[in-house]
């Protein structure tokens, strides 16, 4: 038996400009959704957990994200990390019909 997906609609992804983050807080959990340059949109665990740092104000490119706080990186598509800290949770995240974005968790 699987767990039932819920969706969650967080906001108008205009309220994300093309190449940042922004944190939310969703089911008592904080999750950080970036949008990609080229407009696709990615979610993890917006704390990293090295020490805390907010990830949403990571620098990102079309793979990664890199803490701000001590420089690590996760992948932005699996979470896991690129520099021996422990994996970030991923989340499944889109731009539904009317332009909201709806993470899944």
Known sequence: MSAAVTAYRLGPVEEIPAGEG???????ERIAVFRLRDG??????AVCPHAGGPLADGQIDGEIV????????YDLVTG???SGQPDL????VHADADGQVVVEM
Do not use: I, M
Request: proline residues 4%; glycine residues 4%.
């Open 40 to 45: 696709r949109l990615r979610a993890v665990s």
């Open 80 to 82: 896991c990390s690129r």
């Open 66 to 73: 890199v803490c701000p706080l001590h420089q690590h990186t």
């Open 89 to 92: 949770r991923s989340y499944a």
């Open 22 to 28: 922004r944190a939310y807080a969703v089911n008592g």
